[in-house]
């Protein structure tokens, strides 16, 4: 059960992109669904997740598009606060980046 990662996350910081990359295309985000899954979108990347959770730790595989180009990856999210999380996505020989989120309300 995913219940405490359930939900929109927004994005407030990323190491490689600063906040005006991060909100190009609207508000940076993770979204995770009960089942694991979701999307996350950031500047101009848009991709759906699929995700397990692992004890304290959400650990996903991603597909989607990256400016117009096919993208996948990896990464993980783990808990920090009641609202917090930080974790780091790998693009498949790309960028990584660790990032930090607020649960949206």
Do not use: Q
């Amino acid at each position: 059960m995913m219940n405490e990662f359930t939900g929109k996350w927004l994005i407030e910081e990323m190491e490689l992109w600063d906040r005006g990359f991060v909100d190009l295309n609207g508000r940076g985000h993770f979204t995770f669904e009960p089942d694991g899954n979701g999307f996350f979108a950031f500047g101009a990347v848009d991709c759906s997740m699929c995700g397990k959770r692992k004890n304290t730790r959400v650990a996903f595989t991603f597909e989607g598009f990256d400016e117009g180009d096919m993208v996948s990856g990896r990464g993980y999210v783990n808990l920090t606060g009641e609202n917090t999380l930080s974790g780091r996505i790998c693009f498949h020989h790309g960028d990584e980046s660790d990032f930090t989120a607020i649960r949206d309300k």
